[in-house]
């Protein structure tokens, strides 16, 4: 009889024992962040951030004129966003950042102008970090004047694509470290009112476009249509390729000056920038004491309205909790 009652229990055990592990294989694939993680490549000019098998984001930096910048970034759908280097302005290049350093221009791109000399990429990653994922790296670039060897200030670069939990969005966070070089004791930032971390859209996008604020105020009239407007963050909904998409771009609460003036360009083409306000308040940056700046920038497919922005950069701002 134990023997007949023990081999009718194993099956039993078995069945039980397999659907425990069942359960705990969908238990942690729930709480992963993301199903599949975020693929990084790098081939010497450039790197590249995929998602599923599709690229999120194109960050060139080998073969440039004077500086590195984010060439491509498209929706979750796949719609890209980004124009580089247009023949009416071809200093603009896609998703980049540019200042004024001690009356050096790193802006626009003549024999007069500084460059962003790119020094070396420090490292690719993927990391989860609770419910949200993030695919990144680390560039290194000395800021150097028009006839000089030695730079003006050195940068620690960081560009990441994050992930939240829920949310169809494609989102970046760019991290600037600004510091004066070696053998300097301070730089100083200055420039013109649309200086910063500026965002030229595809062309399609340079008609029938509307801009929008987290404070819903249009800002101050610069000239022509230029607006300069103080706000957490700045939205821009426009066709692309025949596809509607909203993209954003967002000022972290730590940033210096917070919240950031943002430029804004309707008119001939459009145009967003988050800025500083160093046209009128050039900024010091002293040796030991280098500017951390984080700003994000949102993709949507569609159009957003201003809740789901905001609520997209809360989740965004409390990403950035421990770098």
């Not at 500084?114 to 800021?143: N, P, S």
Request: charged share 25%.
């Amino acid at each position: 009889m134990i023997g007949k009652t023990t081999s009718r229990r194993f099956p039993v055990l078995a069945t039980v024992a397999a659907a425990c592990l069942a359960a705990a294989v969908a238990t942690a694939a729930a709480a992963e962040p993301a199903a599949t993680p975020m693929q990084i490549k790098e081939d010497g000019t450039t790197v590249t951030i995929s998602a599923s098998g599709q690229p999120v984001l194109v960050y060139r930096f080998g073969g440039v004129p004077r500086k590195p910048y984010v060439k491509e970034f498209s929706t979750p759908a796949g719609v890209q966003v980004l124009r580089d280097s247009p023949a009416d302005h071809k200093h603009h290049h896609a998703l980049m950042y540019a200042v004024g350093i001690d009356g050096v221009d790193f802006w626009s791109e003549n024999e007069s102008c500084g460059r962003q000399v790119h020094r070396g990429i420090e490292g690719t990653k993927w990391e989860a970090r609770g419910d949200t994922a993030r695919a990144g790296f680390t560039e290194k670039v000395d800021w150097v004047g028009p006839k000089a060897e030695k730079p003006l200030a050195t940068e620690r670069r960081t560009i990441r694509v994050v992930r939240l939990p829920g949310e169809p969005v494609s989102l970046v966070t760019w991290e600037t470290r600004l510091e004066p070089a070696a053998g300097r004791e301070s730089i100083k930032l200055g420039g013109s009112h649309y200086f910063g971390l500026g965002m030229r859209f595809v062309e399609s996008m340079d008609r029938e476009g509307k801009f929008f604020t987290s404070e819903g105020k249009e800002g101050t009239v610069v000239r022509g249509q230029e607006r300069l407007t103080p706000a957490r963050w700045c939205a821009y909904t426009a066709p692309a390729g025949g596809k509607t998409v909203t993209a954003a771009m967002f000022d972290d609460p730590k940033n210096a000056r917070h919240p950031a003036l943002f430029f804004t360009m309707p008119a001939h083409f459009a145009y967003i920038s988050a800025t500083l306000n160093l046209w009128k308040e050039p900024l010091e940056v002293k040796a030991g004491q280098p500017l951390v700046l984080r700003y994000g920038v949102a993709l949507w497919d569609g159009e957003v309205k201003p809740e789901e922005v905001e609520k997209v950069y809360r989740s965004w701002s409390q990403s950035l909790t421990g770098g």
